[in-house]
C-alpha cells in the first residue's frame, strides 16, 4: 500500500479543540498507520466518541494519573490505553495543554484488509476494526504508542476528509448520527458518540 502524498495530514493546532467539536470532525478522516518496515494502512474513521475534563466517564476527571498523564499535554498526541486486561484503546489528545480532553476512535473503515493477514479467515472484512479493540488488533496498536505525535512519519496520523468524502456530506449522500456513548456507567446520558449513518464498519449497528 502506498502514501497518499496528496492527503493533507491533520496538524495539532486543528484538534485545539474541545473533544465534543473534535469528535464529529473527525468523522470521514484517516488514521494512517505505518510500521518500521515500511507497511503502511490506510483506514478511514467511522466512529468516534468525546471526553472532556467535567465528564464523569473520562479517565481525567479525578486526577491526573502515571496513565492518563498524556491527556493533560499538548494536542495531537495519542493516548493508549488497556481494558481488561486484554484490548487497547486509541485516543486522540485534544483541546489546550493542560486541558485533560481526548476523542476515543470507535471504528474504523479499512481500504483493503491487510495484505499480510490471511484472507481465508476473515468472514467480515468490513467488520475488522468494527470496534476500538479490534481496531488496535488490526493495527497492532498498544501502550508502546502511547503519547506518540501525530504527524507524517510517526507510526500513527490523522488526515483529513477528502474532497470526495466532502462532497458526498455536502450532497447528504453521507450522513452523521449522533447519540449516547457504548459501555458507560457514568456519563451514559450524554449524546457525544457520533457514527457514519448506515456504515457496516460501525461497531455497534
Known amino acids: ?9 491533520i496538524v495539532p493546532t486543528w484538534l485545539e479543540r474541545s473533544a465534543v467539536d473534535v469528535a464529529p470532525d473527525l468523522l470521514g478522516c484517516s488514521l494512517v498507520r505505518l510500521w518500521p ?23 481525567a476527571y479525578r486526577r491526573r494519573t502515571a496513565r492518563n ?31 485533560p480532553s481526548a476523542v476515543l476512535i ?4 479499512l481500504e483493503t484488509p ?15 476494526a468494527a470496534g476500538p479493540g479490534k481496531l488496535c488488533q488490526v ?20 488526515e483529513h476528509r477528502d474532497p470526495e468524502f466532502h462532497a458526498q456530506v455536502e450532497a447528504q449522500a453521507v450522513q452523521f448520527v449522533q447519540t449516547t456513548r457504548i459501555g458507560l456507567t457514568q ?3 450524554l449524546p457525544w458518540r457520533w457514527y457514519l449513518k448506515d456504515c457496516r464498519a460501525v461497531s455497534k449497528l
Not at 491487510?114 to 475488522?128: A, F, S, V
Open 69 to 99: 498523564t498524556v491527556m493533560f499535554g499538548p494536542p495531537g498526541h495519542s493516548y493508549v490505553y488497556l481494558i481488561y486486561g486484554i484490548y487497547h484503546c486509541f485516543n486522540v489528545v485534544t483541546d489546550a495543554d493542560g486541558v
Open 37 to 59: 518496515d515500511g507497511r503502511l494502512i490506510r483506514s478511514l474513521i467511522v466512529e468516534t466518541e468525546a471526553y472532556t475534563p467535567d465528564d464523569p466517564a473520562c479517565h
Open 187 to 189: 456519563g451514559a446520558n
Open 114 to 128: 491487510p495484505p499480510w493477514m490471511d484472507l481465508q479467515q476473515i468472514r467480515k472484512p468490513e467488520r475488522l
Open 1 to 9: 500500500m502506498s502514501l497518499k502524498t496528496s492527503a493533507e495530514s
Open 139 to 158: 493495527l497492532e496498536i498498544d501502550r508502546s504508542l502511547n503519547a506518540c505525535l501525530l504527524e507524517p512519519g510517526q507510526p500513527l496520523w490523522l
Open 106 to 109: 470507535r471504528a474504523l473503515q
